[in-house]
T-cell receptor
């Protein structure tokens, strides 16, 4: 089955600093990859997704992610963190060989003033 | 409704009781997922429904857990003889297309289950 590993359960950055959240996937066939965000006391919402159209994907709120097949990675970045970015971020993978969408354990992002 | 609706939003139950959690997916969405989110944990896949196909139950943690989807729309997750370790947030998501097509999953707000 496909799987996702998110390195770092907790990441802390200063406001204005680069945000880098790591995600590595495992899939036997070409994957579809997603980043979801969960703000405190809210449901999950889609940030961005990779569906093979372009390796660099831009999402909402200034986030982007790059699909690197050779590294089996789909890391999430944002050039300058805002206080409002504090949330939990989940990477997910689905593919045509499996019937579900698998999520990583999540990374909690804290933004310091 | 405009989004995925889950009820109740909170449920406190006594150990050993049965509970039913309900999910109303977005109209027209053929795929429906249930996940469990425990404190400090990621999303644990439970079950997947796609149209009229047999559900993928591979994620259900024990035979105390079951789910059904009536008429390809509303889904109910049932937990029998609840245990304290069942305490978690249960999330439902629906998608316009089957898993493995790149279709986005839309999530409900979840049901927070507390077993005392």
């Amino acid at each position: 089955a496909q799987s996702v590993t998110q390195l770092g359960s907790h990441v802390s950055v200063s406001e204005g600093a680069l945000v880098l959240l790591r995600c590595n996937y495992s899939s036997s066939v070409p994957p579809y990859l997603f980043w979801y965000v969960q703000y405190p006391n809210q449901g999950l919402q889609l940030l961005l997704k990779y569906t093979s159209a372009a390796t660099l994907v831009k999402g909402i709120n200034g986030f982007e992610a790059e699909f690197k097949k050779s590294e089996t990675s789909f890391h999430l970045t944002k050039p300058s963190a805002h206080m409002s970015d504090a949330a939990e971020y989940f990477c997910a993978v689905s593919d045509q060989a499996n019937n579900d969408m698998r999520f990583g354990a999540g990374t909690r992002l804290t933004v310091k003033p | 409704g405009a989004g995925v609706s889950q009820s109740p939003s909170n449920k406190v139950t006594e150990k050993g009781k049965d509970v039913e959690l309900r999910c109303d997916p977005i109209s027209g969405h053929t795929a429906l997922y249930w996940y469990r989110q425990s404190l400090g944990q990621g999303l644990e896949f439970l079950i997947y429904f796609q149209g009229n196909s047999a559900p993928d139950k591979s994620g259900l943690p024990s035979d105390r857990f079951s789910a059904e989807r009536t008429g390809g729309s509303v889904s109910t997750l049932t937990i029998q003889r609840t245990q304290q370790e069942d305490s978690a947030v249960y999330l439902c998501a629906s998608s316009l297309a089957r898993s493995g097509t790149g279709a986005e999953a839309f999530f409900g707000q979840g049901t927070r289950l507390t077993v005392v």
